[in-house]
């Protein structure tokens, strides 16, 4: 079965900041990963993907991730945190299941920007 | 551009009514997931449809039950609501693959 661990439930950062958000993930095959960001209340927001090729990828509002299949890790980075980035983040794997892969979320990361 | 729509945004209901929370997709779209998540807790799937068809079935109560119409829209059925059933609902789109596009969510309280 897969799964997704964020081992910090709660980040602070000062602004300006640079920002990792831990993700490990444990699946058989090639995963699918996904990033999301939640505000409170809001629906949530896509900031990147990787589906294969480079392990790089870029997203959204600055962030990046990079896929490292030997510790079976998919880590969110931002060189420089705003104030406008506190938000809840959710790490997810998606995998194959018939024609519609479902989503397995972390248990999310409270991410928190002091001034 | 487009997003995922879902109405109502608020729904209040008492225990044991039912209440019906409606997802309209991303135009093109073909898939559409539900999915529940409790206060302090990370989004659970609850089913999929794909080209109409019931695609997977996660942790779904059997007093749900949900179907995709033929313009694609999508609507989760709740029946004896109970307090544990008090979360927000999001509905989720998609045409590639799994990159799934969310919708704000349905707040359901349920008193």
């Known amino acids: 079965a897969q799964s997704v661990t964020q081992p910090d439930i709660h980040i602070t950062v000062s602004e300006g900041a640079s920002l990792e958000l831990r993700c490990n993930y444990s699946?058989?095959?090639?995963?699918?990963l996904f990033w999301y960001v939640q505000s409170p209340g809001q629906g949530l927001q896509l900031l990147l993907k990787?589906?294969?090729?480079?392990?790089l990828v870029q997203g959204i509002k600055g962030f990046e991730a990079e896929f490292k299949r030997s510790q079976s890790s998919f880590n969110l980075r931002k060189p420089s945190v705003h104030w406008s980035d506190a938000a809840e983040y959710f790490c997810?794997?998606?995998?194959?299941?018939?024609?519609?892969?479902?989503?397995?979320f972390g248990t999310g990361t409270r991410l928190q920007v002091t001034l | 551009a487009a997003g995922v729509i879902q109405s109502p945004r608020h729904l209040i209901k008492e225990k044991r009514e039912t209440a019906t929370l409606k997802c309209y997709p991303i135009?093109?779209?073909?898939?559409v997931y539900w999915y529940q998540q409790g206060p302090g807790q990370d989004p659970q799937f609850l089913i999929s449809?794909?080209?109409?068809?019931?695609?997977d079935k996660g942790s779904i109560p059997d007093r749900f039950s949900a179907q995709q119409f033929s313009d694609y829209h999508s609507e989760l059925n709740m029946s004896s609501l109970e307090l544990g059933d008090s979360a927000l609902y999001f509905c989720?789109?998609?045409?590639?693959?799994?990159?799934?596009?969310f919708g704000p969510g349905t707040r359901l309280t349920v008193t």
């Open positions: 699946y058989g095959a090639t995963p699918y």
């Open positions: 449809f794909y080209e109409k068809m019931q695609s």
């Open positions: 135009p093109r779209h073909d898939t």
């Open positions: 997810a794997v998606g995998a194959p299941l018939g024609t519609a892969s479902k989503l397995t």
């Open positions: 990787y589906f294969s090729g480079d392990t």
């Open positions: 989720a789109s998609s045409l590639s693959f799994y990159e799934q596009y």
